[in-house]
């Protein structure tokens, strides 16, 4: 779906996508295990955690049962987090595992 016009529309797409990132972040998961749970594409995945997809009701419950929230909980205003490019180093990811 293309991002709408609406401003307030692009900010609540932000506050979601940066609510999905920080309880992927929270419950260790990759992107790519996120979008498995969920079902979706990892490239669907991350555009969404960028803010650039207008999701449907229904892709909004798949990403809050894949990270066992409620749906509003995606939806909270909230500070975004800070996107960094690439993947971390492969020592931090599985220190952050055990």
Excluded: C, H, W
Excluded at 41 to 70: I, P
Aim: proline share 6%.
């Amino acid at each position: 779906m293309p991002a709408p016009a609406n401003r307030r529309a692009r900010e609540v797409m932000q506050q979601l996508g940066g609510n999905v990132q920080r309880l992927r972040r929270i419950k260790r998961l990759t992107q790519q295990e996120l979008a498995e749970l969920a079902g979706l594409d990892l490239s669907y995945t991350q555009r969404v955690e960028r803010g650039q997809v207008n999701v449907t009701l229904g892709t909004l419950v798949t990403f809050a049962d894949a990270l066992k929230v409620s749906p509003g909980a995606l939806l909270k205003v909230g500070k975004a987090p800070v996107i960094r490019r690439g993947r971390p180093p492969e020592n931090v990811r599985i220190a952050k595992r055990r």
